[in-house]
Nanobody, 124 residues
Framework: QVQLVESGGGLVQAGGSLRLSCAAS????????MGWFRQAPGKEREFVAAITASGGRTSIADSVKGRFTISRDNAKNTVDLQMNSLKPEDTAVYYC?????????????????WGQGTQVTVSS
C-alpha cells in the first residue's frame, strides 16, 4: 500500500508562488511516474504535470507551461510542483498521484494511488 501526502498549499496573491510537495510512505516511488492534477469546484480533475520514474522527462499542461515545473527526489520519495506567476484560475485542490507504470500519462485513470489533496487559492 502507498500513502501520498500533499503539502504546501495556501492562499496567495496573483503573481505569487507556491511550492507543493508530495511525500510517499509505504513503498518507494522510484519505479513509477508521478503526476499532479487539480480539481476546481464543479469541474473534472485536470492534468497539470507529470514526471517519469527516472525524472528524465516531464510533461506540463499548456495552461501552466512556463509557470509550473515538476521535479522529484527518489532518495527522499518526494515529488514537488513549483508554481510561479500564479493566476486566479489556478485556484483548485491539487492532488498528486502515482502512475501504474514508469512512463507519463495525462489521464487520471492511469493513476493508482492519490493523496488527499491540498487547497491552492489565488486571489486577484
Amino acid at each position: 500500500q502507498v500513502q501520498l501526502v500533499e503539502s504546501g498549499g495556501g492562499l496567495v496573491q496573483a503573481g505569487g508562488s507556491l511550492r507543493l510537495s508530495c511525500a510517499a510512505s509505504g513503498r518507494t516511488l522510484s519505479s513509477y511516474a508521478m503526476g499532479w492534477f487539480r480539481q476546481a469546484p464543479g469541474k473534472e480533475r485536470e492534468f497539470v504535470a507529470a514526471i517519469t520514474a527516472s525524472g528524465g522527462r516531464t510533461s506540463i499542461a499548456d495552461s501552466v507551461k512556463g509557470r509550473f515545473t515538476i521535479s522529484r527526489d527518489n532518495a527522499k520519495n518526494t515529488v514537488d510542483l513549483q508554481m510561479n506567476s500564479l493566476k486566479p484560475e489556478d485556484t483548485a485542490v491539487y492532488y498528486c498521484g502515482r502512475d501504474y507504470t514508469f512512463t507519463i500519462h495525462t489521464s487520471p485513470g492511469a493513476y493508482v494511488y492519490w493523496g488527499q489533496g491540498t487547497q491552492v487559492t489565488v486571489s486577484s
